[in-house]
């Protein structure tokens, strides 16, 4: 690097550059629009994309299927009459759902223990970050499917290993996602710590996990997702005790009730939107006020 | 001073700022200036020669505020005297005073994103202020504050240290902020930096806003911009 090329890099690191705050650069461009028009551009789209799905759905139940194989893909309204508006079909899905949810948030509270647990160790021993790392990534990437035989050998069939699907299945994005956001912390405030002989601990609680948060819940967001899966998936194939969703879906396809299968599917799918919104929702009550998630993309 | 990388930073650099005093340096950008305090400070080991400074309750104020965005200013103003283990009715009523001597009043409970840049450099300064410092090390604080903001600091920043009578080691671009406000400036050469000139600035203190419009001000400055010019090629 040349004198020249160095005080370059110096100057773009000044406060001054990187201290302006970009949206006062675009402060004329916005301009203000009309509130019926904000709700035509925002509410239009996905009610005439949800009429065209519709429409495509009656032109296959009633124009692609003739009568005897109309039970492949029953026409929305029946969906409707059959799944949801028959209060004994539809709240046998209802405690199937409440069943996997509650998988789900055993095996999330225990995925996030062993996951922050880890995440917190492998940050501060750079020796237990090497030892352990590869072996996650090497247990991430076998396909449940490959394994279940193995959970069902050595915790049955049963909740347990429905838990146990949820935890394999949703530890790994907690721990790189954590790991990811403890180190994050600048340099300079790392800097500051060690200027004021902070203790490990004290860094870890005041500098480490705040500075983690946005990437904490980022992570939390994709496995609240992916346990909910792993819940669905756990209970499709070990059906002992309680029955969950995945067993009902397995019922209904045997069964041939293609109306209570699709409302399944579609309450299965109801219920990950819902995760997904709530912890979107605390992420925001929790953190919303200093950190911008447009900012960074998590 | 000779980094891993084998980029050598400072040579020959020899000095020393006793209690009352108020040295600063004036050098290129990339000439050595914050590897100079951040050996001073600790935070960088020397690879050479010999160091001795004061590290109870340093004050250094880096070139980035580096302010924590998840607390609130006044939270940010606190964390030092909170990591000295100050009691909280204390190190809170420290805090306020800071913010108040550094014009930030009323911004207590908003966030670091919410201020600019120059605003964000004044909490960085109350932060440190809480300490008292026995040895105040400054990093260009003032480079990104407009002028008058920055005279007025500048002002303040004199009163400060008459009133206090710290060490103070600072490091600018601005050669009327030097000279205004130091004992003694001292210039360092375009990098490896050495030290190639010293003035003594003789002003009483408190000094006056206007004396940056005398005569002697004016000459001073002019002695120390001529050498400034010259460490550059
Ligand atoms: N950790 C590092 N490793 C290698 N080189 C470094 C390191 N830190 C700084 N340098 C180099 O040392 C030189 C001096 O850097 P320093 O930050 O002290 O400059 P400066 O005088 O403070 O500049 P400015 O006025 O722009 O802030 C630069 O050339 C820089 O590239
Ligand atoms: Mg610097």
Redesign the interface.
């Known amino acids: 690097?040349t004198?020249q090329e160095?005080?370059e890099?110096?100057?773009i690191?000044?406060?001054?550059v990187?201290?302006?705050?970009p949206s006062t650069m675009h402060a004329g461009v916005y301009r203000e629009k009309s509130r019926p028009r904000v709700l035509a551009e925002t509410v239009l789209p996905p009610l005439v994309m949800g009429a065209l799905i519709a429409g495509l759905w009656y032109s296959v139940s009633y124009g692609v299927l003739d009568e005897r194989r109309r039970f492949l893909l029953r026409p929305p309204h029946q969906v409707i009459e059959v799944g949801f508006l028959d209060w004994d079909n539809f709240s046998e899905i209802l405690s199937g759902l409440w069943s996997s949810t509650r998988v789900a948030m055993i095996g999330l509270a225990i995925a996030i223990t062993i996951g922050f647990a880890l995440a917190t160790l492998m940050s501060q021993a750079k020796v237990v970050e090497r030892a352990v790392f590869p072996f996650m990534v090497t247990l991430q990437a076998i396909p449940i499917l490959a394994i279940v035989p193995l959970i069902s050998f050595w915790f049955g069939t049963g909740q347990k290993s429905r838990v146990v699907v949820c935890v394999i299945i949703s530890l790994f994005p907690i721990i790189v996602n954590t790991l990811f956001g403890l180190q994050s912390a600048?340099r300079?405030?790392h800097?500051?710590?060690?200027?004021?002989?902070?203790s490990r601990l004290?860094r870890l609680r005041?500098?480490m996990f705040?500075?983690a948060?946005p990437a904490i819940f980022a992570g939390l967001r994709i496995s609240a997702g992916l346990s909910v899966i792993g819940a669905i998936v756990g209970d499709f194939f070990f059906g002992l005790g309680d029955v969950g969703i995945g067993q009902l879906l397995r019922k209904y396809a045997n069964n041939l009730n293609g109306e209570q299968l699709l409302a399944a599917v579609i309450m299965s799918s109801a219920l990950g939107v819902t995760v997904f919104l709530i912890f979107g929702w605390i992420q925001t009550a929790a953190?919303g006020?200093?950190?911008?998630t447009s900012d960074s993309g998590i | 001073m000779i980094f891993p990388d084998g980029?050598e930073a400072l040579q020959d650099v020899s000095f020393s700022v006793d209690r009352g005093e108020f040295v600063t340096v004036v050098g290129?950008?990339?000439c050595g200036k914050s590897t100079l305090l951040k050996i001073a400070?600790?935070?960088l080991e020397n690879t050479a020669g010999h160091v001795s400074v004061d590290r109870e309750r340093?004050g250094?104020v880096?070139?980035?505020?580096?302010l924590?965005?998840?607390?609130t200013i006044l939270s940010n103003v606190e964390?030092?005297a909170?990591?000295?283990g100050i009691a909280k009715d204390e190190r809170r009523s420290l805090a306020q005073d800071a913010i108040d001597m550094v014009g930030l009043s009323g911004f207590e409970h908003h966030?670091?994103?919410s201020l600019?840049?120059?605003m964000?450099?004044r909490a960085s300064l109350a932060r440190t202020l809480t300490l008292q410092p026995p040895v105040f090390l400054f990093d260009?604080p003032f480079?990104?504050v407009d002028e008058i903001t920055r005279e007025h600091l500048n002002e303040e920043t004199q009163q400060l240290f008459q009133r206090e009578g710290f060490a103070g080691l600072f490091i600018t671009h601005s050669i009327s902020e030097a000279v205004f406000m130091s004992t003694r400036v001292l210039v360092m050469s375009?990098?490896p930096g050495r030290i190639v000139a010293e003035f003594d600035i003789p002003f009483d203190y408190p000094r006056k806003p206007q004396l940056r419009f005398e005569a002697a001000f004016a000459e001073l400055s002019g002695e120390v911009s001529a050498q400034l010019r010259g460490a550059h090629s």
């Open positions: 690097m004198t160095a005080a890099t110096g100057a690191e000044s406060p001054l990187g201290g302006a705050d600048e300079g405030m800097d500051l710590f060690t200027l004021h002989r902070a004290t005041k500098l705040p500075a948060m953190i006020k200093w950190h911008d | 980029t290129p950008s990339g400070s600790g935070l340093i250094y880096f070139q980035d505020a580096t924590l965005h998840w607390r964390l030092f909170e990591l000295h966030y670091p994103k600019s840049g120059g964000r450099m260009e480079g990104a375009a990098r």
